[in-house]
């Protein structure tokens, strides 16, 4: 059974970083695609970045090129989120998801997800 838990979310004030882990468990991701979306209140499900397990192909969203990246982590089976110069519109609930094959931008490819993680940008 795949599980995705997703850490280190919090309260930061704007400009500051935070970065933020996901931990896959319950198969072998090299042929995974991994995501990272996030939704604020009111507004549906937006794709942030994505990555490709194995060869680490990156995909970002237009509103956080220059400011996140991601990572991942094979002996450790996780994949980072580094978020840098936050800003207010960035407060979200951040989730990790997992799909086969290719990074997809819509969250409906995505066949798992963790639980999501709380960031908070204060101004």
């Known amino acids: 059974q795949v599980q995705l838990v997703e850490s280190g979310g919090g309260l930061v004030q704007a400009g500051g970083s935070l970065r933020l882990s996901c931990a896959a468990s319950g198969r072998t991701f090299s042929s995974y695609a991994m995501a990272w979306f996030r939704q604020a209140p009111g507004k549906g499900r937006e794709f942030v970045v994505g990555?490709?397990?194995?060869?680490?192909?990156?995909y970002y969203a237009d509103s956080v090129k220059g400011r996140f990246t991601i990572s991942r982590d094979n002996a450790k089976n996780t994949v980072y989120l580094q978020m840098n110069s936050l800003k207010p519109e960035d407060t979200a609930v951040y989730y990790c998801a997992a799909k086969l094959g290719q990074v997809a931008g819509i969250s409906p490819e995505y066949d798992y997800w963790g639980q999501g993680t709380q960031v908070t940008v204060s101004s």
């Open positions: 990555i490709r397990w194995s060869g680490g192909r990156t």
